[in-house]
Structure formats: C-alpha cells, structure tokens
C-alpha cells in the first residue's frame, strides 16, 4: 500500500506532467477565438434539378468533413452518384486551434445552407475558416469569376506610406507562404505609422505551390483597392489574403517551431518553479473563491453583500464592493448620472485608481421581474465577448439594491447624438460605422454565440459608442436565451413600443427576427437624424418607418436622409446610403420569414456586388388612417414608452 508520501510525490508528478503537457498549447494559443467573422460568401446561378438528392449529399459529404477536420484542420469528401454528386472541402487557418477550427466549421455548414439551399454550388468564407461543395472536382482551382475584396475599418492618416508598407507586407508573407506549405504569417512597422500592419497567407492545401502563387498574387491585387484603408481582404477559389492593423492571428510561420522550443525548455528546467507557482496560484485562487461569488442569490439575507469583478482584467483587482461602487460614484450623485435603464438609472464612477466605469443601479424593491433580469444580465454578459457589445465588468448586490459595473463610454448613447438639440451632427462615414458596428455584434448574439441571444430591446439609447464612435450594443436586461431546438417562443412582450417587431407586439411570438425589425428602425433612424416617432411633423411624416417607405416607393428614398448630412457633405456617397435604406426596408418586412439574418445584413452591407432583393411593404402601416396605422395591434404610439 503507497505511503502518504508517495501519495503526496504521485501528485506533485500528475500535477507537473499536466502542466507541461499544457505548456505548449498555452504557448501557442491564449485565448479561444473561433474568427466566425464572414468575409464572403457565393452561391452557383444553377439550382438543383433534385433538391432531395442534393439535401442529402450534401448532408453526407458535410458529415465526412467534420470527421477530419476536427482533427487535422482539413478535409476533402465525395458522396453521391452521377449528376447528383457532390464534392466538398472545409480547411481552417492553421493558427486556429481544433476546438475553434471545429466551432467555425459548424458555423460555415450551418450558414452555407442559409445561403445557398438549392444551388448546386457554394462557399462560405469566414476569417477562420473555408467551406465549399459543387458538383464537380474543383481541389485543384485557383481563381474563378467568384473573386472579391473585403475594405473596412477608418483611413490610414498617411495613405501613400501605409499602402507602401502593406504593399511589403503582403509580398513577404506571400513568400513565406510558397515556402511554408501555403500559411504564413508576419508583421511590419515603419516610422510614421502609429501602429503595426499585420498580414496572412493561405492557400487551401490542395494546390501546388505553383498554383498558390497565382492565387496569392491576384489576391494582392484585388486587395490593392483597399489600401486607403486599414484593413482588406482578398478573397479567390484557392486563397485567403489579409492584412489589419489589428493583431488577427496568434502565431506566425516563422515563430511556431520556437515557441514549441521554449515550452520544451520552460518544462524540462523550470517544472520546480512552475510548480511551486502553481501551488501559489491554487492557494490564491482558493482564498479568491471565498470572496468572489458571480451569481447573486436572491434569498440573501437584506443585508448581506455579494460582489464580483472580472478577472481577466489587469486594472481590476479587486471585486466591486458596495462602499467602493458609491465613493466611484460620489454616492450615486445627480451630477454622476448618465443615462436610464430598465429599472434604474447608470451612474459614471471612478475607481480609485482613476480607472472610469458606468455603474447601473436597479431599483428592484420587491419586483422579483427586476431580480431576474439582474441574473440574467449577470449571467449572460459576463460570457459573451464582442467588440461591438458592451462589456460586463462585474457586479454588487447588497440586500436589495443591485448594481451592474460596465466599462464606460465616453461617447454615451447612439440617441443623444441623432437626436439632441445641441449634439454635433455625426457624419455619414460615423454612421455607417455605426450601422456596420451595430449589425456585427446582433449576428454575434443572434447566430455566432455558443448561446443564442435575443437581445428584445434594441433602440437608440442601448447603442453606446466609445472614442473612436464605435458602436457597443448595451442592456440586456431583457434578453431571451433560445435552446437550439426551439423556433420561437411565446413570452410576455417586452421592449419599446416603435422598435418592437409586429409579431412579438401584437402576438407575443418571439422569433429570432425580432431584433432584425428592430435594428432595421434603428437604421432608418441613424440615417434620417429623427425618431420613429414624432408628433409636431405633419401626420403624413410622423411614423418614419411610413414616412419614409412611401418615398421610396415614390423613387425618392434620397430624401429621407437626414438635412445637416447633406448640408455639411455635399458630394455624400449616394449610392451607398441608398443601399442601406433599401436594407432598413428589408429588415422591417412584415412577415419574420422575409427579413434576412443580420448576417446576411452584415454581407450586404459589406458588399459591392451582392443584388439586393426587393423589399415589400414593411410592417405596422395602413394608409387607411392615422389611428389605424397598426392594423390590429391595440398599441398606442408613445415616445419611449416600454411594454413591461
């Protein structure tokens, strides 16, 4: 029978092999990140003559791909017979680790059969990953008509110099990549520019290294066109081509087989000391257990506290007390107040350590509605990560009173600069920022998390926007969490009455389109600078959504744009912010089958080439009358007013 000490000794020893085994996986990867990002998309002009056939083949052939690539980052299939073959081809960028590689290859086949249901040809490009079917052997293509850029993000300050340096960029990741079986990348910096330019290769792995130069090279060139910008994509058959000046990637070519060297090294000389560490870091831990609790319960005794702060933040660290939230506060002074929520108002607060935070204070009483949402918020958000949503930074409860810690905006809210007397007129490149930044951050919650959420209160006062008048999509307090299986549920309506899809208003009936009508008010809005609605207009202007749509059946839509826009822009990018209203048109449909995903809108927004289909009538309009304009919905039209 071992002896304690050898108990003891079995331990340390399971302990250390664990930690260097993990070694070079943390050395290489920090942090999960799937890249479901969509850079393109394509569908063949020809539809199946036997969808039955190609449904089913394409659902085999989708089957043998994921058992390959979940473990090797690639994978080719054949299924079927005759014409009703199907070939297919999946591959992640190889910085991607197999659980991400596998994420965003189910959500490439999830969405290429949005897309593409009939055609007996498509791809689906995301930043991470690639995915095609066809019914012919197409391994072996490089290009093809199907070919397109990708240009976002702001201009660079000094454009010939910045094109310049991408322009070296992208020949030597090229190289790198003929050399390195098709992957690679790199970074470069140039005196002049304010930050780094990173670049990627990728050919799929079934081209000849000769066939990968011609892709990569036609890439360079279509890429070309954004180099105004600071971030581009070029996309062909055979390859994908980037360059940011965001670091995108995790690892580089160059620098893999020397990361692998040094986690050899760290675990061969350093396991004492990683172990050591790591018994440190067990105790600490421990005792942080004690103090941190994430999900307030509401049986607490009135006076008790519960607080928590992340903790992957470096300028938190310490959790949010209640005293340490209302000195942040000046004790949740008038002059700190910012802004109103559900149940509460939001105070700007100041750490002690001068760090800004934007505090909402729930006045729940014993409302156990606003003790849900308080769980639910804390729940959801403190596992959802975005660019384009707002932050949960922790929180506090102490008896009833119940206080969420965001990080700050310093921008405020989307509303106080559409539609404020004194706010300074955004331009039209801030608001399609915006409309873009907004639409990102929906697709995430709506398709791209592990978790679907509906947000159910999109408007223009949960639309935050930081320094750079990027837009955070703020409270939710009133999301709804789908299970997979589940189409739609009936639930008590909640939202603003104006922004509220007509299904889930008059029925109840909440679908996954419900925040796409929402976001679509919410365009019309951004590019018109007015609300929904506005009672001193005349009656035929006072609902926008009405007003504008009979312009645009009028072939008069320009006129919906906002007057300061076309004031302060003479030469404004008409075509653009045509597309954009048709989208908006597109998004308030009536019938929540008719509207597009929001990442369908995130591609048509991005898009030069992509036909837009034609909207229909939207909703929640009747010429008839004015009272009558929500047809059967007994719902008065009143600014701000909230179903609850």
């Given at each position: 029978m071992p002896s304690p000490n050898t108990n003891v000794c079995l331990s340390w020893l399971a302990l250390y092999v664990l930690l260097i085994s993990a070694i070079p996986n943390c050395v290489l990867r920090l942090k999960a990140d799937p890249q479901i990002v969509e850079a393109g998309h394509g569908c063949s002009l020809i539809n199946t003559t036997n969808a039955n056939a190609l449904t089913e083949n394409r659902k085999n052939v989708f089957s043998l791909l994921v058992e390959n690539i979940s473990s090797t980052g690639f994978a080719t299939a054949l299924f079927g017979n005759g014409t009703n073959k199907v070939y297919g081809l999946a591959q992640c960028r190889n910085d991607l680790s197999m659980e991400d590689c596998t994420d965003c290859y189910a959500a490439a086949q999830k969405q290429i059969v949005i897309y593409c249901p009939f055609e007996i040809g498509a791809r689906m490009i995301f930043d991470g990953c690639f995915l095609r079917y066809e019914n012919y052997t197409f391994f072996d293509q490089a290009q093809d008509a199907g070919n397109s850029n990708v240009c976002i993000s702001d201009a660079s300050s000094r454009p010939k110099l910045f094109s310049e340096t991408t322009q070296r960029l992208l020949a030597d990741v090229r190289s790198k990549a003929l050399k390195n079986e098709g992957f690679a990348t790199d970074e470069i910096s140039a005196n002049g520019l304010s930050a780094a330019i990173y670049g990627l290769a990728m050919c799929r792995r079934t081209l000849t290294t000769n066939s990968c130069d011609v892709c990569l090279q036609h890439a360079i060139l279509l890429v070309e066109r954004c180099f105004s910008l600071q971030d581009g994509r070029g996309l062909d058959a055979g390859c994908y081509l980037r360059y940011s000046t965001l670091p995108f990637f995790t690892i580089s070519s160059s620098s893999s087989s020397h990361s692998k060297i040094v986690a050899i090294l760290v675990g061969t000389l350093g396991g004492a000391v990683i172990i050591a560490l790591l018994w440190v870091l067990f105790i600490f831990r421990h005792s942080l257990r004690k103090l941190y609790k994430k999900v307030?319960?509401?049986?607490?005794?009135?006076?008790?506290?519960?607080?928590?702060?992340?903790?992957?933040?470096?300028?938190?660290?310490?959790?949010?007390?209640?005293?340490?939230?209302?000195?942040?506060?000046?004790?949740?002074?008038?002059?700190?107040?910012?802004?109103?929520?559900?149940?509460?108002?939001?105070?700007?607060?100041?750490?002690?350590?001068?760090?800004?935070?934007?505090?909402?204070?729930?006045?729940?009483?014993?409302?156990?509605?606003?003790?849900?949402?308080?769980?639910?918020?804390?729940?959801?958000?403190?596992?959802?990560?975005?660019?384009?949503?707002?932050?949960?930074?922790?929180?506090?409860?102490?008896?009833?009173?119940?206080?969420?810690?965001?990080?700050?905006?310093?921008?405020?809210?989307?509303?106080?600069?559409?539609?404020?007397?004194?706010?300074?007129?955004?331009?039209?490149?801030?608001?399609?920022?915006?409309?873009?930044?907004?639409?990102?951050?929906?697709?995430?919650?709506?398709?791209?998390?592990?978790?679907?959420?509906?947000?159910?209160?999109?408007?223009?006062?949960?639309?935050?926007?930081?320094?750079?008048?990027?837009?955070?999509?703020?409270?939710?307090?009133?999301?709804?969490?789908?299970?997979?299986?589940?189409?739609?549920?009936?639930?008590?309506?909640?939202?603003?009455?104006?922004?509220?899809?007509?299904?889930?208003?008059?029925?109840?009936?909440?679908?996954?389109?419900?925040?796409?009508?929402?976001?679509?008010?919410?365009?019309?809005?951004?590019?018109?600078?007015?609300?929904?609605?506005?009672?001193?207009?005349?009656?035929?202007?006072?609902?926008?959504?009405?007003?504008?749509?009979?312009l645009y059946e009028k072939s008069k839509a320009f006129r919906t744009v906002d007057r300061r826009l076309i004031e302060e822009e003479p030469e404004l990018n008409k075509e653009e912010i045509l597309k954009v209203i048709q989208i908006a048109f597109l998004c308030t449909q009536g019938s929540p089958e008719m509207r597009p995903l929001m990442s369908q809108v995130v591609s048509m927004l991005i898009s030069n080439t992509e036909i837009l289909p034609q909207p229909t009538r939207p909703a929640f309009i009747d010429d008839n009358s004015t009272s009558n304009r929500l047809g059967s919905a007994n719902i008065g039209w009143m600014e701000g007013s909230s179903v609850a």
């Open positions: 307030p319960d509401p049986s607490q005794p009135e006076e008790s506290e519960v607080y928590f702060a992340a903790d992957d933040d470096p300028e938190l660290d310490h959790p949010f007390s209640y005293d340490s939230l209302r000195a942040a506060t000046k004790n949740f002074d008038a002059s700190m107040k910012i802004g109103e929520g559900g149940f509460g108002h939001v105070y700007k607060g100041v750490l002690s350590n001068g760090r800004e935070i934007a505090v909402k204070k729930l006045v729940v009483q014993q409302s156990t509605r606003a003790l849900d949402e308080f769980v639910t918020e804390v729940k959801l958000i403190s596992a959802v990560r975005h660019r384009n949503l707002v932050r949960l930074l922790g929180c506090c409860t102490r008896g009833l009173e119940k206080l969420l810690v965001y990080e700050f905006m310093p921008n405020m809210s989307l509303d106080k600069h559409l539609f404020a007397n004194t706010a300074k007129s955004l331009s039209w490149k801030t608001r399609f920022q915006i409309i873009l930044g907004t639409a990102h951050g929906l697709s995430y919650l709506n398709e791209e998390c592990r978790l679907i959420i509906l947000h159910r209160d999109i408007k223009a006062a949960n639309i935050l926007l930081d320094n750079d008048f990027q837009a955070k999509i703020a409270d939710f307090g009133l999301a709804k969490v789908f299970p997979e299986d589940i189409t739609h549920l009936t639930t008590r309506v909640g939202g603003t009455i104006g922004y509220t899809a007509p299904e889930y208003a008059v029925h109840g009936q909440l679908t996954d389109k419900a925040d796409v009508y929402s976001y679509g008010m919410i365009v019309l809005e951004i590019v018109s600078g007015r609300k929904y609605f506005d009672s001193k207009l005349p009656a035929p202007m006072q609902l926008l959504l009405e007003w504008a749509w009979n």
